[in-house]
């Protein structure tokens, strides 16, 4: 089915440890998107890509990285993860000029940092 | 900096009624502007875009307005149902060139 697939869709783990958060889609859109979602504060952009090996930082990049060698894959990962990143992240996707353009999400991963 | 507020956390009506939502946005003017529904356990979905040019914009039940003087978007649902319960995000377009959300309103429509 076409749509945007995010996994796992919980995840746990510990302070410290390397976690990938995936996300694809079968649109073959340009532009996908990384957010997370936190109480008390809007979706919050981490970073984006407007196509294949081009990616820039959002509004809260630090920490997380991202790689897109495929259009239709781009995996977030955090490299030493701190209880500060527990959230719910977002990705979506979006066809053409990101800001005339509506955004497709996925429905999330739940991370917990312990 | 930027700043977008949404002015009620919580919103509870009537079914039946129209419900009315409010955006303001602050240091900026955004081109355009767009509204998203949000259930719980569920990412956002695109329900409508406003360009700066538009004052109103409608489909089925829903209506946005954009008044840039003001620099304030109203989001209403007319003849609302309890399946209109939902969260709702306004995004304008930051100056970044990218969408920013407010924290959004929970809409609660009591049969």
């Known amino acids: 089915d076409a749509g945007i697939t995010q996994s796992p869709r919980y995840k746990i783990t510990e302070t410290g440890r390397q976690v990938t958060l995936m996300c694809h889609q079968t649109?073959?859109?340009?532009?996908m998107f990384w957010y997370r979602q936190d109480l008390g504060h809007g979706l919050r952009l981490i970073y984006y890509?407007?196509?294949?090996?081009?990616?820039d930082k959002g509004e809260v990049p630090d920490g997380y990285v991202v790689s897109r060698s495929k259009t239709e894959n781009f995996p977030l990962t955090l490299e030493s993860a701190t209880r500060s990143q527990t959230s719910v992240y977002f990705c979506?996707?979006?066809?053409?000029?990101?800001?005339?353009?509506?955004?497709?999400f996925g429905d999330g991963t739940r991370l917990s940092i312990l | 900096s930027q700043k977008i507020e949404q002015n009620s956390e919580a919103l509870n009506i009537q079914e039946g009624k129209t419900a009315t939502l409010t955006c303001n946005y602050t240091?900026?003017?955004?081109?355009?502007l767009q509204w998203y529904r949000q259930d719980p356990g569920r990412g956002p979905v695109f329900l409508l875009l406003?360009?700066?040019?538009?004052k109103e914009k409608r489909k089925e039940r829903l209506k946005v307005t954009f008044d840039t003087t003001l620099k304030q978007s109203l989001f209403h649902i007319t003849a609302s149902q309890p399946a209109d319960s939902a969260t709702y995000l306004c995004?304008?377009?930051?100056?970044?060139?990218?969408?920013?959300f407010g924290k959004g309103t929970k809409l609660s429509v009591k049969p």
């Open positions: 979506a996707s979006s066809e053409g000029q990101y800001s005339n353009q509506p955004q497709h």
């Open positions: 649109w073959s859109h340009s532009y």
């Open positions: 890509s407007a196509a294949a090996d081009i990616t």
């Open positions: 240091n900026y003017s955004p081109a355009y």
């Open positions: 406003i360009r700066e040019n538009e």
């Open positions: 995004a304008p377009f930051g100056s970044q060139g990218n969408l920013i």
